[in-house]
């Protein structure tokens, strides 16, 4: 099999967006409930704050890091290596002094003040566009924006506020909620085969696929992918994921008709 390169799979930013709410402005932590509904909708109708112009060259970095742990036996030097401790950073530099960046940018008692650097957390969301694809990453917990540097005030000069946010994950090890509008209509059907099912097939909208033996993501992937109202879809028109003998969890790229199933010796329900 010939190795196949897709480019449009790359990320090449034409413009990017910060936007925040400091964390005592999200009730309970409840931050699922700012989450926009896709990546294209407009985060201020869930209340987030927009921070203006950000300086292009520095974009948003992120910066990953955590302690490389080598375990050394005498005359077996490195025989297990183990990571921990991983941390995330992220960050963006404010070209614009306004109400929203006044709130991370030496904030003091009040806002007619200017106070010293001081712990400042934040819930924030990125969002960034690539010709006709948009993504948007959301902060799942709070996390300290530290002020790192200021362009201060210099004849001439375009002054900036260069913010660093320190992230923490979730319990489940996660930083940040993933939108795309590439997926946004996406369709995800999930396949449970019975234990005595021998054979089945899968149909989609009008096409069935050839009777299918194995019970694997390979398998059924492959057959519905011969399918012409999977051929429709945008590429690669489904994707199936799970362990053998299911449940089996298809997504396809786009609206497709009804999906069913078909087994012999048993049950296979999609839902």
Not at 40 to 49: C, H, M, R
Not at 95 to 109: A, D, H, I, M, Q
Not at 132 to 144: E, S, Y
């Amino acid at each position: 099999m010939v190795a196949k390169i897709n480019p449009d799979a790359t990320v090449i930013p034409d413009k990017a967006e910060v936007w925040l709410i400091l964390k005592q402005d999200v009730p309970g932590n409840n931050i699922a409930a700012k989450i926009p509904t896709n990546a294209t909708a407009d985060p201020g109708a869930k209340g987030w704050e927009f921070s203006g112009l950000i300086d292009d060259k520095k974009g948003i970095p992120l910066d990953p890091s955590g302690e490389v742990k080598e375990y050394d036996a005498f005359g077996h030097p490195s025989f297990r290596i183990k990571f921990r401790k991983g941390k995330l950073k992220s960050g963006f530099t404010a070209l614009e002094y306004n109400s929203v960046t006044r709130k991370v940018v030496l904030p003091g008692s009040t806002p007619d003040k200017l106070g010293i650097p001081k712990d400042v957390q934040i819930y924030v969301l990125y969002r960034y566009v690539d010709e006709d694809i948009t993504r948007v990453w959301v902060a799942l917990r709070p996390a300290l924006a530290e002020l790192k540097s200021h362009g201060g005030i210099v004849d001439g000069e375009l002054s900036f506020a260069e913010i660093t946010v320190h992230h923490t994950a979730d319990a489940n090890g996660d930083v940040f909620k993933y939108l795309d509008s590439s997926t946004d209509d996406d369709v995800t059907k999930t396949f449970t085969i019975g234990a005595g099912v021998t054979a089945y097939t899968a149909t989609v909208g009008d096409d069935t696929t050839a009777s299918l033996t194995a019970k694997t993501a390979y398998a059924l992937q492959s057959a519905m992918r011969d399918l012409e109202s999977v051929q429709a879809l945008d590429a690669p028109g489904v994707t199936v994921e799970g362990p053998d003998g299911g449940p089996l969890v298809a997504t396809f790229t786009g609206p497709v008709p009804a999906v069913s199933a078909t087994g012999t010796g048993g049950t296979v329900t999609v839902s």
